[in-house]
Each structure stands twice: as structure tokens, then as C-alpha cells.
């Protein structure tokens, strides 16, 4: 049986983009977080595979009927948690293509195209964000599209172990490589410790300056000194612009000072396309002086996960470190060391061209309409922050970060009450389906996020959320 | 900006659907590989990003224009190199919904059916392909999609490397830990090695039996009694069913058997899928008796990149050893300890819903519709090699392996004639455009392989491409 007919599939394309049209227009009006118990979607599903084709309008009508009720609705205008991915429709116009072309970009010769395509984004994303141009290809760095800030956080530390020592390629690691974080980093930084073989112990917790969340450089470089002196050896240093508990920014210039030839990364995996506005280019203030730099398209810029964007000062340092070549992947583009070979950038050989997804996005809004989304979401955000401000039931946990709200009910029966108080307020709202928000711990409290930034979110769906909270907080208060 | 509206992406969707549509009507007529040179995709796209936005038709024509001439077209039925990737139509479909949902799978609690449809669908999955029942969740196992077979098999080895000693987890590696596999094994162990901190030191290549390329159990045990008596520590044995380079097949239950606790991973990333057909299930001999399970659903199971299905044997093994949980991931759910979390079963955090294109896929084939698309391909690559047998002027590398052939050209003149006669044959046929394969190395021999797996790949392809090699032997001997 061969694959469906071209003619065939424009049908039930077309079913599909209509699918989608339909629910993408009416996801505001479903309960963001469906009502479903474990097992519950595994128990309306058939047990075996059949062995004939189905309909997709029968495939369909499971989705309707199994998937969507039990789905949390990522794309909804009321989704306010963790931080929002937008799957913008622009996107996925350029994910359908890129799975219609169907290539593998592993190496340049096995599709030039996919390669080169994306370094023209990467190096263009570059200065449109301000990025130092070292960064850029012509500058000798690069980027690419990684999966997640995840891989890009793996990958980075591997090319820093191998900048500290090259014998990490033949010796593997010795135990006295160590890696400098904060409490407030990604848990994707301490997994990367862990698949890099060093081990949890290697993790180097920097406290923070007096009063702020921040890593303080005076405590890294005597971290640092100390462990030198002891003996270990530095190999990355990783301050966050805009950490996901609560926003927060290293102070980048003065850690890469301290850090001195130690590996910098700085995850920005949230924050960093904010910088496309210049009234949020601070936030990379210090970036020039690092050796690589993370933010993910697929949070706040509008693009399907996934696209995370990584670049590094130096394009020699990921193929360094990552390259294996077998004799069936030998070819002569990539001995004439003229292309860049994508897959010697990251851990998996198989590479989508993620690079279309993120040219329709940058086609459809064009720089200027991505810095319309980012400000009106930091505005309302300051809306909400102002409201939660003035009114004594609440208080701001810190202070605002761009487009995210950390708050507090306040019972005024002290910080336990408090803490009850707003786990409940948020469990209420998150039950009634018409919001969804994520909470974390801020010394030693319990705080609710309010992330703002799904592409259809306006003004009304935040201050639906802000009635809502104050309802169920008079309700909680009893 | 807001994102495109509902009904827009209705009238964008539909023009993208009918691109594809229009592409993959007419990819047969394309030359499989564009003739291009490093940098002139760069040289024709814009230096800067576009302030205000483009329409959808100026990019289109774009991709019409630059990328599509600079592409190597892997959906071609011309294609037979590497392994053929399928991003069948039907898999297409599946990959627009989950754009289209636009959710994150990484916890049960972010999108409780995108876990159970991928639980229910590996379990279907592997009772189709006759794998033994401990390898579902019901059998206490269970089964995932990783982007790739090198993700999976570097979470594999975290896995084995946990359960060799758990102290990994906070110590690292010790220097001591030993990887088993042959000079055929897919680059991405050696990769996975090199990636968990233990060099290349750790790699052992297990010599094969004698007049084969499999691994010898044999040697296998030795080495592995010799390590242990050393004070090394065997961690990961990897058996491949169906190697990269020509197909072979290492003997999984005399391996398992050898390697008594070590963990055993089999890669059969391009071959296991065709277990799927019951006279090809004897490639699945001993995988009962092994720890790990990886086919690729993106290669032969008509799948687009990325989906290549991981099972395990204990569903505890991947998040014993990968899982970090900070305070804004903790959720009821997975405390309940009633839920599987796929985040801990990777390296990312985020996660597609993968498992729709895989559901459209079995759904618009049936188990029958992707048999026969297995055994199409068996039977036109049986036909191959027997005309390479009868023919004076080639000659079979190897035994044909399911839909693999590897073939020399045979001048007269001896090995190094034959070689550079196979080469250059091959260059030939690759300069023309009319087919793409690749190579490898046998026993030092320069050999040619004809991968047939393209889910349009007919009869007339395969005699074409045999009549162009023909010809192009014809004039290469001169």
C-alpha cells in the first residue's frame, strides 16, 4: 500500500487546517486544564492497533471525543502558566512545510539548503537582538536551533569540557570538573551535570548578592579560587537573564568578569527575546563577554515548539566536541571544512528543518510585530502588577519581571495562613478551568506565577484572571 | 500583533497544503541532489530580518526559488541512500494536529491524553511487532518516542550506567565503566559514550565470528570476564539488528546471554520496524531476554522525523536515573506515583506531542498497509540483488539484508580498480540527479549502498536505477 495520494492528502489537509482553524478559534472558550484521572484517556482507547486503515474523519472524532477534554490547553488565551510556548499559526505554516520537503539536515550536503537557511536566521536573529557579531558566522560563532534550552545547556557544558581539557574526548571525565549555578537555575543545568558524568557533587551552588535573588560575582570568584586552589577545575558558569521561578537576572557582566576563562552560558531561555525591543536590551548587557547564549522561540517568540536558539562564540567548539564521523557520513563538502554540519551541534544525528517554522514567524509578524507582542504583554503584565499592588489582599512576592507576576494572598494570620491561602486560591482558579497558573517556592513561601504571554491573550483575559483571584481569595478568607 | 486569525490560517493552511501537495506530486521529476555550492543559499537571501511583515506567497516563492534547487529531496522515490526517512502524507497530518494542539507532553499533568495516546500506542506497538509483554506498562516496562536513536541510546546508557551503581548519580562516573559493541555499531554509541563523561576508553569493540560482521558472544564473554578481572566495570552491551553500514544482524540472545546483567540494548533503529510482518520476526530472536529496544518509526514505519520508538524493560530504570523535579514542576499527579512523567525519560524538558503522527500513520495504513509497504520493499530489493548476482560486472558486498544492497562494480582489474570503478560509478549516478545513494566500507572494499524504503519507491525505480548503474559501469570501465 503506498503513502496517500498528493490529491488525496489536499482533502484531508484541508480537513485538518480546518480542524485546527476550528479549534484554535474556539480554545479560549474550553476549560484550560481538562478534569481527568489517570488512566481515563488509556481506558476509551483500544486495546490493540488495528489492522486496517481507518478514516481520518473517525480519527478526528477520537480527538474530539478522547484528546481534547483531557488536554491542557497550551494554546488557550487564559493560559497562564509555567511559561507559556505559543504554537503561533504563522509557525505552524512553516512546520507544515518543513515536514512536506521531509529532509534530513544532519550534515550540509544532505540537504545545503536546511543549513543554510537557518544560519541566515541565526545570524539575522543575532542582530536584531543586539548580540555581539561575534556571535554570527562571519564573526567566527554561530548558531543553530536546538530542541530545548535543555540540550543547548548539554551541549554547552560538553564543549566546555572539552575547551577545559581535550582529553575529555578519549578519558572521559575525571571527577574534578566543577559547574557553577545558582538555586534559582533551570533543573536542565543539574540534569546536564548529571548526563555529562559529573555527577550531582560537581554542581557549585553560588549564593546570591545581599537582598536580591541574583548570583553575586564576589561569591563566585572566591568559589572559584577556593576550588582552584583545592585542587578542581572550573569548566562552565551559567547565569540565567530571567530565571523561571520568578524572572530574575544574573548580573552577566560582572559574573564573566569573575569567571574569567571558565566557560560562561547564559541561559536566557525565557527573557532573551525581549531584547528585540531596545527598552528591554539591557538584559543582555555582558552577553558580549560570554562564550554562548540561549533563548528559546518557542516561549515568547512566537514559534511551535521546538526552537531553542543557541549560539556560540566560537563555531569550532560543539563540532570539537561532538563530532564522530563513520565512513557513511563522510562526504566532500564536509572535508573541505567550507559548510557547517548541524548535527555536530547537538547529541542527536537526525535533524528536522526547524529553520521554516521560524521564517514564517519571522515573515508573518516581521520584527515589528514581535516587538508589538512582547510589549503588550509586559504591559499587561505592569497592569496587573499595579493592581496586585493596591490591593491589600495580595502582595507582590518580588517585583515584576517583564511579563511575569509573582504574588501572595495575604490573610493577614501570618505567612503560614498566607501560604495555605494562596496554594488554595490557586488550586480554585485552577480547578474552575477558566485560568491556569503555576506556582513556586521564594524563601521559603508559596508564590503564584502569572506568566503572561500567549499570543491571544489581551487585556480582557487578564482581568477576568485578576476578578477571579480576588473572588476566590474572599472565598478562601472565609 | 496579534497571531493570525483563525479563518486566515484557513486560507494559508489550505496554499501550504496544496504546496505539498504540488511538491510531492512532482518530487520524482526533481534531481534527487541539487547541485549546489557552500554558501549560495546565503548569497540569495537576504543579510537583515524584515521589520514589517511579508506575505505567505512572497515566501513561498522564496522557497521556490532557493531552497527547494538546493535540496537533496528525501521523499524522492529515487532516493536510496542512507536509510530512506519516510515523512509519509499520512504522518503529516498527525504532525499539523500536534502543532495544532500546540501543548507540552512533559508532564502526565501538562497534558494527561498526549502521555496516555503515546502509553496506548507503544503498547499497541509492541505487541504488533511481537515484542515480549514486559516490555508494555502493563508488564511493568513500557515505551516511549525519542527524537532519535542516538537520544536513545545515551539515555539507555544513563540508565544502565544508574542501575550499575546509583551513586552515579552524585559521584559521576568512575573511570572504570565499559560499553560493548562492534565496529559496526551505529556512531551514535560511540557518541553516547563520549557524551556521559566516559571517553573513548570506555568503548570496547567486541571482535565478530569468524566469516561474519556480528559480534561474537564468544569474544563477548571473554572480554567481558577479562574487564571484570581487571576491575572494570561492564555497564552497556549494544547488539544492533540491522546495522547502518550493510544490514547485518548481531546474534541478540547468544549476546544477552553472554552479557548475564549487564544491561543490552538492542539497536535495531532501521530494521526492527519490518518485525511488524511475521516472516521477519525472527530479527527479534532474543530481544525478550534484553533490557532496551530502539526502532526508528521515522525511517521505515513511514513516520516523519523525529519519532524513534524506545522501549524498556522496568519503566523505573529512565526516571531513576533522569529524574530532577524542582519546585515549579511538582504537581499531585505525579507525586501519586499513578502517572508516567516522558520528561524523565529524556533529555529535554519539552516535549511534542509526537505520538498523533504516529497515530494518523497507523490509522491511514492499518498494521496490513504497513506490512505491505515493508514487504514491497523486501521483494523489489530481492529482485536487485539478483541482478546484481547474475551480472559479470557487479557483485553483492554482503548478502542482501531485508531491503538493503550493497554492491561493488567488478572491472578485472582487481581490488583498487574496483574500488575507484565503484566510486566513481557512484558519483555518477549521484551527478545525475536521476537517484542518490551512498556508501560505505566493507573489509576496506569501497561499496555502494542501495537503501530501498521510500513510501513511493515502485519497480520502475529500481530498474532505472539498475540501468543507469549498468550504463555508467559501462562507461567507467571505458
Given amino acids: 500500500m503506498a503513502d496517500l495520494d498528493p490529491e488525496e492528502f489536499r482533502r484531508l489537509g484541508y480537513a485538518v487546517v480546518d480542524w485546527i482553524a476550528r479549534y484554535r478559534a474556539g480554545v479560549g472558550e474550553l476549560p484550560v486544564r481538562g478534569d481527568v484521572e489517570p488512566g481515563s484517556v488509556r481506558d476509551q482507547l483500544p486495546g490493540s492497533l488495528p489492522e486496517q486503515p481507518g478514516t481520518?474523519?473517525?480519527?478526528?472524532?477520537?480527538?474530539?471525543?478522547?484528546?481534547?477534554?483531557?488536554?491542557?490547553?497550551?494554546?488557550?488565551?487564559?493560559?497562564?502558566?509555567?511559561?507559556?510556548?505559543?504554537?503561533?499559526?504563522?509557525?505552524?505554516?512553516?512546520?507544515m512545510l518543513s515536514g512536506g520537503l521531509g529532509i534530513q539536515g544532519m550534515l550540509w550536503s544532505t540537504s545545503p539548503a536546511a543549513t543554510e537557511v537557518e544560519q541566515v536566521l541565526m545570524d539575522g536573529l543575532a542582530d536584531a537582538l543586539g548580540l555581539d557579531p561575534a556571535f554570527t558566522f562571519a564573526g567566527g560563532g554561530g548558531g543553530s536551533i536546538q530542541d530545548s534550552a535543555s540540550s543547548g545547556a548539554l551541549v554547552t557544558l560538553l564543549a566546555a569540557l572539552h575547551r577545559s581539557d581535550p582529553r575529555w574526548r578519549t578519558d572521559g571525565v575525571d571527577g574534578t570538573e566543577r559547574v557553577y549555578v545558582t538555586v534559582e537555575t533551570h533543573s536542565s543545568l543539574a540534569k546536564a551535570v548529571r548526563v555529562a558524568g559529573l555527577g550531582a557533587r560537581a554542581l557549585r551552588i553560588v549564593p546570591p548578592m545581599p537582598g536580591s535573588p541574583a548570583m553575586s560575582p564576589d561569591a563566585l570568584a572566591a568559589m572559584l579560587a577556593a576550588d582552584r586552589a583545592?585542587?578542581?577545575?572550573?569548566?562552565?558558569?551559567?547565569?540565567?537573564?530571567?530565571?523561571?521561578?520568578?524572572?530574575?537576572?544574573?548580573?552577566?557582566?560582572?559574573?564573566?568578569?569573575?569567571?574569567?576563562?571558565?566557560?560562561?552560558?547564559?541561559?536566557?531561555?525565557?527573557?532573551?527575546?525581549?531584547?528585540?525591543?531596545?527598552?528591554?536590551?539591557?538584559?543582555?548587557?555582558?552577553?558580549?563577554?560570554?562564550?554562548?547564549?540561549?533563548?528559546?522561540?518557542?516561549?515568547?517568540?512566537?514559534?511551535?515548539?521546538?526552537?531553542?536558539?543557541?549560539?556560540?562564540?566560537?563555531?569550532?567548539t560543539l563540532p570539537d566536541a561532538l563530532s564522530i564521523t563513520p565512513e557513511y557520513l563522510r562526504n566532500a563538502a564536509s572535508e573541505s571544512g567550507a559548510v557547517v554540519d548541524y548535527r555536530d551541534w547537538q547529541v542527536p544525528l537526525g535533524r528536522r528543518f526547524r529553520a521554516l517554522k521560524l521564517w514564517t514567524v519571522i515573515n508573518g509578524?516581521?520584527?515589528?510585530?514581535?516587538?508589538?507582542?512582547?510589549?503588550?504583554?509586559?504591559?499587561?503584565?505592569?497592569?496587573?502588577?499595579?493592581?496586585?499592588?493596591?490591593?491589600?489582599?495580595?502582595?507582590?512576592?518580588?517585583?515584576?519581571?517583564?511579563?511575569?507576576?509573582?504574588?501572595?494572598?495575604?490573610?493577614?494570620?501570618?505567612?503560614?495562613?498566607?501560604?495555605?491561602?494562596?496554594?488554595?486560591?490557586?488550586?480554585?482558579?485552577?480547578?474552575?478551568?477558566?485560568?491556569?497558573?503555576?506556582?513556586?517556592?521564594?524563601?521559603?513561601?508559596?508564590?503564584?506565577?502569572?506568566a503572561i504571554g500567549s499570543a491571544t491573550t489581551e487585556a480582557a483575559h487578564v482581568a477576568a484572571l485578576w476578578e477571579r483571584l480576588r473572588r476566590e481569595a474572599t472565598a478562601v478568607r472565609g
Same sequence: chains 1, 2.
Fill in 56 to 95: 481520518l474523519d473517525a480519527l478526528l472524532a477520537d480527538i474530539d471525543r478522547v484528546v481534547v477534554p483531557a488536554t491542557t490547553h497550551w494554546q488557550s488565551p487564559a493560559f497562564f502558566g509555567y511559561f507559556p510556548a505559543n504554537a503561533s499559526l504563522h509557525s505552524l505554516l512553516g512546520d
Fill in 230 to 316: 583545592a585542587g578542581l577545575r572550573p569548566v562552565l558558569v551559567c547565569p540565567t537573564v530571567g530565571t523561571t521561578g520568578t524572572g530574575a537576572v544574573d548580573p552577566v557582566r560582572a559574573v564573566a568578569a569573575a569567571a574569567q576563562d571558565v566557560w560562561v552560558h547564559v541561559d536566557a531561555a525565557w527573557a532573551g527575546v525581549a531584547a528585540l525591543c531596545p527598552e528591554h536590551r539591557d538584559l543582555l548587557d555582558g552577553v558580549e563577554l560570554v562564550d554562548s547564549f540561549c533563548t528559546n522561540a518557542h516561549k515568547w517568540l512566537q514559534t511551535a515548539f521546538d526552537a531553542s536558539l543557541l549560539w556560540v562564540r566560537d563555531a569550532r
Fill in 365 to 450: 509578524y516581521g520584527l515589528e510585530g514581535l516587538r508589538a507582542h512582547i510589549r503588550r504583554h509586559v504591559a499587561l503584565a505592569t497592569e496587573l502588577a499595579g493592581w496586585v499592588r493596591d490591593d491589600p489582599g495580595f502582595t507582590l512576592a518580588v517585583p515584576r519581571s517583564l511579563a511575569l507576576v509573582c504574588l501572595r494572598v495575604v490573610t493577614g494570620d501570618g505567612p503560614e495562613a498566607d501560604d495555605a491561602a494562596t496554594r488554595e486560591v490557586m488550586e480554585r482558579v485552577n480547578a474552575s478551568g477558566e485560568a491556569l497558573l503555576t506556582h513556586t517556592v521564594v524563601d521559603g513561601r508559596y508564590v503564584m506565577r502569572v
